[in-house]
């Protein structure tokens, strides 16, 4: 089936032999379907913290900021926007020239709220000698849109979501890069110094460089603090190899293996060579105008604030336990600690002999620990959070996508759809052990958690396979905890007519 070419191409790309059998193998086999006990709701594996809570927790988030930690804030952000602006690509290709679609006539009615208004007015003087109003009064609807999505125009049809211009401001529009550049300066600085790191695409390294440089500076002044901004790509290692729907591999014209992403479970590794003590996670499109940030704001601390708590609390039981020195009655306190807060359960714990409890506590308690934001479900695709068996026979939390339930299952199936609540990738992670050590992050993969998609090239059909997820099977065997978090901080952009909702104008 492979070749000596072949087998020198998956070399240079430092993916071993076996790794690629192990591919083609789960094309063969897929993968299973993960064991359910519940759907995720507050007072079962969700917290609700009352007013009062809130403001303890954000009060310790201040306190370790202050005390000088490491802390990063990680956007993955290689997508290209082309999938934001497909119902406008269709209507450049469209047998007729005005709006005719309910989403063509929005876009159009309402084009002098975009942020890029300005910088698509001036494209359309440059490429078509005439300005938009103008266009518009013509009807040539089509060279407007032409000049967004074209490489002689904005080029928003290629370039990636963290730098097409979101929202309007008194002093210019701003990119979700420089949104995330504000977040970062309002909750997740320390010493004087806001640290953020983009995962991009090789293709958008240069264009996200020259933006920082462009910006950085004019907000490290607005808000008093240094940026530390770096990069990474995607690596070559974490690419899977391609199939044909008969699960050959699939080969590209020349005759090479077609290797593709894996997907953003392979961004586990770009955040596994991150050094910090606390790192938040949040998409690249989940941004919102300074006017209504604050509930961002609170909420992201308020996580940070829960997580570190419950991280000083593994942490001194761990070390009380290296002490060798702990009565049963204490054993029966860690217990508690990893069954309530850190909805971890074993259902025959208590046939534990005292060294294996040990062995079992020690386990659980030192392993990476995320807190997460779930919001409460408005019908909203994605995941979920659920209540989840793993391998070792324990419950935990997990969050799901409806790819990884067994759909010939009804009672799982009504899990998912009347779960109530779902996720909105929201997270904030420790990822250093009691010794001030960083975890191994690929060791915490569940590896069985995969997916198979459906894909084309050329026209061809192809079976592409994705890493376990990174907030899914890639944080599978983390310590995890939902929180209860408004819908306010959950305003993704998915199409470029998003733009025109009330939360980001």
């Not at 290209?80 to 047998?95: L, N, T």
């Not at 996720?423 to 590896?447: E, H, M, R, S, T």
Request: proline share 5%.
């Amino acid at each position: 089936m492979l070749n000596p070419n072949d087998y020198k191409q998956i070399a240079q790309r430092g993916i071993s032999e076996e790794q690629v059998s192990h591919q083609l193998h789960q094309f063969e086999t897929g993968f299973p379907f993960l064991r359910l006990e519940a759907a995720a709701a507050v007072g079962n594996g969700i917290m609700a913290p009352g007013e009062e809570e809130k403001s303890h927790f954000i009060d310790v988030w201040n306190q370790y900021k202050a005390d000088g930690h490491q802390i990063v804030k990680f956007v993955p952000a290689s997508g290209a926007a082309s999938r934001m602006f497909k119902d406008m690509f269709a209507f450049v290709d469209a047998p007729y020239d005005v709006p005719t679609t309910a989403f063509e006539k929005e876009y159009f009615e309402h084009i002098k709220q975009f942020a890029f208004r300005e910088e698509l007015c001036k494209k359309c003087r440059e490429n078509e000698g005439k300005n938009m109003k103008t266009l518009l009064a013509e009807g040539n609807y089509k060279a407007i849109a032409r000049n967004m999505l074209s490489k002689e125009g904005l080029n928003y049809g290629q370039l990636p979501k963290g730098l097409l211009l979101f929202h309007n401001y008194e002093d210019g529009p701003r990119t979700p890069m420089e949104e995330h550049l504000v977040e970062a300066a309002l909750y997740a600085s320390s010493n004087g110094e806001a640290r953020v790191h983009f995962t991009v695409s090789h293709d958008h390294l240069e264009l996200f460089r020259q933006k920082v440089a462009e910006k950085s500076d004019y907000y490290a002044r607005k808000f008093g603090v240094k940026f530390n901004i770096s990069f990474s790509e995607q690596k070559p290692s974490t690419d899977t190899i391609a199939v044909h729907p008969d699960n050959t591999p699939f080969r590209n014209d020349d005759g090479s293996l077609l290797f593709r992403p894996g997907g953003h479970g392979a961004l586990i590794q770009n955040l596994n060579d991150i050094d910090a003590d606390i790192v938040f996670v949040k998409n690249i499109d989940n941004v919102v105008p300074d006017r209504l940030k604050e509930d961002t704001v609170t909420y992201k601390q308020l996580l940070a604030g829960i997580l570190v708590e419950l991280q000083r609390k593994a942490f001194a039981y761990l070390r009380l336990l290296d002490t060798g020195s702990y009565t049963h009655a204490q054993l029966e306190e860690i217990i508690r600690f990893v069954q309530r807060d850190l909805c971890c359960r074993k259902a025959d714990i208590k046939e534990l002999e005292d060294a294996e409890l040990v062995i079992y506590l020690r386990q659980k308690l030192n392993r990476p620990m995320r807190v997460c934001g779930v919001v409460k479900n408005v019908g909203e695709p994605g995941g979920g959070p659920f209540l989840t068996y793993n391998p070792d026979g324990t419950v935990s939390l997990q969050i799901l996508e409806s790819s990884q339930i067994d759909k010939s299952n009804a009672e799982y199936v009504r899990m998912f759809t009347e779960g109530t609540h779902f996720n909105p990738v929201d997270l904030v992670c420790a990822i250093k052990d009691y010794q001030g050590k960083p975890f191994n992050l690929p060791d915490f993969v569940d590896a069985s958690t995969g997916f198979i998609s459906s894909k084309s090239k050329n026209g061809k059909e192809l079976r592409a396979l994705e890493l376990p997820g990174l907030w899914n099977g890639a944080m599978s065997d983390w310590s995890t905890v939902f929180v209860e978090v408004p819908l306010s901080t959950f305003n993704p952009v998915k199409t470029v007519n998003d733009l025109l909702r009330e939360q980001h104008q």
